[in-house]
């Protein structure tokens, strides 16, 4: 199956930008998601990238896909503190009904 | 809509117990997934279903059963309660994955909030 590596830690300042890393090993997912978990709370997803793209822009939010080098990150720009939270990579498993093979996490904390 | 739903939204066991996890999705999902979170380890696929009536193992099924008799349900069931499944339980459901990159089409799995289990 799909394995999915994060670094586990990022500590920024606020107002300054968060990249966040992900390698997986399986390309045959048509997508890639980045999900959000606030504390105590389920995940949400935060966006995602079709893997015929090489990047995807929302407000804040910039995702890079390198295929060759199997690598996806997660630029926030202008990181508030109200974007501490743990961000998860995703891929599809392809022989698990879709399911998602999530990353470990990495745990974002953002300091005023 | 409530999205997905899961009750309780936390439990204490005695080892040797046994309880039901309920998940419920008013999106007319078909498919649907149990995962556990434990702290520094992301999320494991416990089971999934991709309909009424279907049901699949994931990764770490041991210790756990589930049905699917509803589109709208898919509760799991913890025979013999063991401490190594204290955790937090996540349910979640998706559409199947589409290529048109239309909304619903995305394999975006939706999750419930959680339930945290505490075996003692």
């Known amino acids: 199956g799909e394995d999915v590596e994060q670094s586990l830690f990022l500590s920024v300042r606020e107002g300054d930008s968060s990249v966040i890393n992900c390698t997986y090993t399986?390309?045959?997912?048509?997508?890639l998601y980045w999900y959000k978990q606030e504390p105590g709370a389920g995940l949400q997803l935060l966006t995602y990238?079709?893997?015929?793209?090489d990047m995807k822009q929302d407000q804040r939010l910039t995702v890079l896909l390198n295929k060759k080098d199997k690598h996806l990150s997660l630029r926030i720009a202008d990181t508030q503190t109200g974007d501490s939270a743990i961000y998860f990579c995703?891929?599809?498993?392809?022989?698990?009904?879709?399911?998602?093979?999530f990353g470990k996490g990495t745990s974002l904390l953002v300091t005023p | 809509n409530a999205g997905v739903t899961q009750t309780p939204k936390f439990r204490i066991l005695k080892i040797g117990q046994s309880m039901t996890l309920q998940c419920a999705q008013d999106?007319?999902?078909?498919?649907m997934y149990w995962y556990r979170q434990d702290p520094g380890m992301g999320l494991k696929l416990i089971y999934y279903?991709?309909?009424?009536?279907?049901?699949d193992k994931g990764e770490v099924p041991n210790g756990y059963n589930v049905s699917r008799s509803t589109t709208e349900d898919f509760p799991l069931r913890l025979e013999l309660a063991a401490p190594s499944q204290t955790s937090v339980y996540f349910c979640?459901?998706?559409?199947?994955?589409?290529?048109?990159?239309?909304?619903?089409?995305?394999?975006?799995?939706?999750f419930g909030e959680g339930s945290r289990l505490t075996v003692l």
């Open positions: 399986d390309s045959s997912s048509t997508y």
């Open positions: 995703a891929g599809v498993e392809p022989n698990s009904g879709y399911a998602l093979n």
């Open positions: 990238i079709f893997s015929n793209m």
């Open positions: 999106m007319n999902h078909n498919y």
């Open positions: 279903s991709v309909g009424a009536g279907i049901t």
């Open positions: 979640a459901s998706s559409l199947p994955t589409g290529t048109s990159g239309r909304t619903g089409e995305t394999g975006e799995l939706f």
